[in-house]
């Protein structure tokens, strides 16, 4: 980035790189410049909170509540089943899955909004596999999101054809992409580590082997720019709460490429994917293109959320959101390795900000702990088994003086050993 200097590396006694922290100055001349400082306006940020997890539940746009109460009251009380034709609903699918499609590089009518990522996952995974009927082989990172692996293992088992989900390491996929495998299945930024899948590399390498590439687009959709298009993907799918802020378990989305949209059949058939809906025709004929993924009933509500907060991103340059998702994240790295040296806090996630999605993760053997602590000091992450302490980075909203700070709070917390205190190890629910 222009304007700015990068925190640098002092050469210590025995050789070792020590990173320089950033003067109080330079991080408010960073601030002072970000051409994304006024967006932070358009959401409701609590009062000395410093949020670091918009990555698992984005912050609330102030236009939201308005949007669901009109959705409410308006459309659904006063409107009632008419609010269907009158207000749109039926179309809301497709209208919240073209504003996502702008941010992942998808054509317009590609893309449609519902269901959870899950589902949409069963739906693309089942879908890809009738592509490719005479292939076994669903390839997979074996740290891939849990649930994707679990809706595969189950799908395997439904399907009773004899697939088989093959799990190896991030390093091995591009090799052991050959020609018995039906589907190449990754999630693009490591959920743990926020690792970098190269999307482009490996689809096309999935191609040319005659395979077919999902990409999970999770902590991808709305932190960084996407190109499915350019990438070739032939299905995707992501969550609407993480980076497009639609509220907790809003609709999630996939994409088919239009080559394939009018060819899937869908295993998940039901009403709202059939050509005709309201011909309540007792045989499943497939709707035009994206349609036929949907299933059931939109989540008028939840969806009404969701569009109302994508308008956030209407007016955003995804390029400037990547510069400074990785500047913050460069700096949180700097100033908490410049404040502390502590042998129990080890990065995680990649140095190199360009393999690296919109998050800091550090390995913690008292992770834990460390998170409950650090969250009763007012920064909010999260913790992920066996010892991650995780950071997002979410551009919209947060400024480089907070991110400077948490780090400062997070090196307190370690050194202070105010992680030790009982009530810390006390394991909620949802970490
Ligand atoms: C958050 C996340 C999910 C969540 O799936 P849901 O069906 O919405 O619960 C799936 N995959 C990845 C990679 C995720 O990060």
Redesign the pocket.
Known sequence: MDGWDKPGHDETENGVAKVQGMTPDQISALDAQDPLRAKRAEFHIPEGLIYLDGN?LGPLPKAVPQRVCHAIEDEWGRRLIRGWNEAGWIDLPRKVGDKIARLIGAAPGTVIAAD??????LKALSAALELRRERKIILSDAK??P??LYVAQGLVRGLARGHELKLVEASEIHDALDERVAVLML?EAD?RTGQLYDMRALTARAHKMGALAIW?L??SAGAFPVDVTGAGADFA???G??YLNGGP?AP?FIYVAPQHASAVSPFLAGWMGHEAPFDFDPFYRPGPGIDRMLVGTPAVLSLSALDAALDVFADVDMRLVREKSIALGDLFIAEVEHQYAGADLKLASPRDGAKRGSQVSFHCAHGYEAMQALIAAGVIGDFRAPDIMRFGFTPLTLSYREVADAASILVRVLSEGEWKKPQYAVRAKVT
Not at 116 to 121: E, Y
């Open positions: 698992s959870s990522t899950s589902i949409n996952l891939n999101f649930t994707d999630t959920y999970d999770c902590h799918v992501g969550c709460y993480k378990g999630a």
